[in-house]
């Protein structure tokens, strides 16, 4: 689940106390400061509830406490948010999420999560763009985890909401990626991602599980998988962040191979090309974003997990995770980021926007086989918190066929 409950901390603020407090640097060692904090640091607490919902999860509620380390500039550069929570299909959770920033093009976050019933999840990422005059950027991801929470309703976009199962994605793996700037905008990337994927009984217990209606002749990878791929892309991009931006253009296309003589369970290929836009008007206050992505699987027996997915907070908001898969995804997002206010809270300075957008996707065999019948359209609209120039905290509603979703986390979805 990995913090996504943290958005409370921006959310909720303006009815809970917190405290600021100087805390000798001595007393903070690295990871939490290094030598770009001050001595004393300014450390903000927050103690916080938390009440989330996701359609896949059901409610959580629990507490966390979240710190808020400052650096010289002001700027929030680690977060340590340490949290206990309870959701009836999970039981007790306890996490430690914690993000740092210690120089500018270096981040880390690291997950550590466990529950009483099925879920757990160890993550690590990395992000570093410091190396080779600032022309090389590396990317890790590290991770172990449990989801006790998946869903599968079959495949194609006219899979049926009464076909749904539950089973726990028990995923262990890496993510890695290194991007060469070739020209001043355009970034040639490498990348080499393995996974071990065992399919487990899940934790939803009024959703049959998915052995039960589906097996491995009709879904691929039900029984588990192994996937070991190689990735080669560019990037174009113009954006004025890269992790918050505001204005500027971005554009990718990759192809990734998966070849069963290197570890894998079965030969694919993945054909991913996305465009983003980000275009501000009056002083960045509204911002129109806009994203297009396509991406295709070829290959026999893919794993159902490796192949064109849609659903959930990053694609159809009105929707959970994993609602629709099939061969190949077309996807339109839109939405208009509105700051209403701008306000300095506990000493953190917060952008508070609204977000009405559009989602609009479907999955299908292949492109040139979509109809207009195929796409989902889901309106919705976004609560964001913005603490610049590293942290965003998130409440976003979408409306679909099956009914409302609402997701909490942290990030923009794109």
């Given at each position: 689940?990995?913090?996504?409950?943290?958005?409370?901390?921006?959310?909720?603020?303006?009815?809970?106390?917190?405290?600021?407090?100087?805390?000798?640097?001595?007393?903070?060692?690295?990871?939490?400061?290094?030598?770009?904090?001050?001595?004393?640091?300014?450390?903000?607490?927050?103690?916080?509830?938390?009440?989330?919902?996701?359609?896949?999860?059901?409610?959580?509620?629990?507490?966390?406490?979240?710190?808020?380390?400052?650096?010289?500039?002001?700027?929030?550069?680690?977060?340590?948010?340490?949290?206990?929570?309870?959701?009836?299909?999970?039981?007790?959770?306890?996490?430690?999420?914690?993000?740092?920033?210690?120089?500018?093009?270096?981040?880390?976050e690291?997950?550590?999560?466990?529950?009483?019933?099925?879920?757990?999840?160890?993550?690590?990422?990395?992000?570093d763009?410091?190396?080779?005059?600032?022309?090389?950027?590396?990317?890790?991801?590290?991770?172990?985890?449990?989801?006790?929470?998946?869903?599968?309703?079959?495949f194609?976009?006219?899979?049926?909401?009464?076909?749904?199962?539950?089973?726990?994605?028990?995923?262990?793996?890496?993510n890695?990626?290194?991007?060469?700037?070739?020209?001043?905008?355009?970034?040639?990337?490498?990348?080499?991602?393995?996974?071990?994927?065992?399919?487990?009984?899940?934790?939803?217990t009024?959703?049959?599980?998915?052995?039960?209606?589906?097996?491995?002749?009709?879904?691929?990878?039900i029984?588990?998988?192994?996937?070991?791929?190689?990735?080669?892309?560019?990037?174009?991009?113009?954006?004025?962040?890269?992790?918050?931006?505001?204005w500027?253009?971005?554009?990718?296309?990759?192809?990734?191979?998966?070849?069963?003589?290197?570890?894998?369970?079965?030969?694919?290929?993945?054909?991913?090309?996305?465009?983003?836009?980000?275009?501000?008007?009056?002083?960045?206050?509204?911002?129109?974003?806009?994203?297009?992505?396509?991406?295709?699987?070829?290959?026999?027996?893919?794993?159902?997990?490796?192949?064109?997915?849609l659903g959930g907070?990053?694609?159809?908001?009105?929707?959970?995770?994993?609602?629709f898969?099939?061969?190949?995804?077309?996807?339109?997002?839109?939405?208009?980021?509105?700051?209403?206010?701008?306000?300095?809270?506990?000493?953190?300075?917060?952008?508070?926007?609204?977000?009405?957008?559009?989602?609009?996707g479907?999955?299908?065999?292949?492109?040139d086989?979509?109809?207009?019948?195929?796409?989902?359209?889901?309106?919705?609209?976004?609560?964001?918190?913005?603490?610049?120039?590293?942290?965003?905290?998130?409440?976003?509603?979408?409306?679909?066929k099956?009914?409302p979703?609402?997701?909490?986390?942290?990030?923009?979805?794109?």
């Amino acid at each position: 689940m990995r913090m996504k409950n943290l958005l409370v901390l921006l959310m909720s603020a303006l009815f809970l106390a917190g405290c600021t407090t100087m805390v000798p640097k001595e007393n903070l060692p690295f990871p939490l400061t290094n030598q770009e904090f001050p001595d004393p640091v300014k450390v903000v607490s927050i103690p916080l509830p938390i009440i989330a919902s996701s359609p896949n999860e059901g409610i959580t509620y629990g507490a966390l406490n979240a710190f808020l380390l400052h650096n010289k500039k002001g700027e929030v550069s680690t977060l340590v948010a340490p949290q206990v929570n309870y959701n009836e299909n999970f039981g007790t959770t306890t996490t430690l999420f914690a993000t740092f920033y210690p120089i500018e093009d270096r981040y880390w976050e690291v997950a550590l999560s466990k529950s009483t019933k099925v879920n757990d999840d160890f993550e690590f990422k990395l992000r570093d763009k410091t190396l080779l005059d600032k022309k090389l950027e590396l990317n890790a991801f590290l991770f172990s985890l449990t989801d006790g929470s998946a869903r599968f309703f079959g495949f194609q976009q006219s899979s049926q909401k009464s076909d749904e199962t539950n089973y726990a994605d028990s995923e262990t793996g890496f993510n890695l990626t290194a991007g060469y700037q070739i020209l001043k905008h355009v970034q040639l990337v490498v990348g080499e991602r393995f996974k071990d994927v065992d399919i487990k009984q899940g934790a939803i217990t009024k959703v049959p599980f998915i052995g039960e209606k589906f097996d491995s002749s009709s879904v691929p990878g039900i029984g588990g998988f192994t996937a070991h791929a190689q990735k080669i892309g560019l990037i174009y991009s113009t954006l004025d962040s890269p992790t918050l931006p505001t204005w500027g253009g971005y554009a990718k296309a990759s192809v990734e191979g998966s070849i069963k003589r290197f570890g894998s369970s079965a030969d694919y290929r993945h054909y991913e090309a996305e465009i983003k836009a980000y275009y501000p008007l009056m002083n960045a206050r509204f911002i129109s974003v806009g994203r297009l992505a396509y991406n295709q699987t070829l290959g026999n027996d893919v794993p159902f997990l490796e192949r064109s997915i849609l659903g959930g907070e990053t694609t159809l908001r009105g929707y959970g995770r994993n609602r629709f898969i099939d061969s190949s995804y077309f996807l339109c997002n839109l939405e208009e980021r509105i700051r209403l206010f701008r306000w300095e809270i506990f000493d953190v300075n917060a952008d508070w926007e609204i977000a009405p957008f559009i989602d609009l996707g479907a999955v299908m065999e292949r492109l040139d086989k979509a109809s207009t019948r195929s796409f989902e359209f889901n309106p919705g609209i976004g609560f964001r918190a913005v603490v610049r120039p590293n942290i965003v905290g998130r409440v976003d509603l979408g409306i679909g066929k099956e009914g409302p979703a609402v997701f909490v986390g942290l990030g923009y979805p794109f």
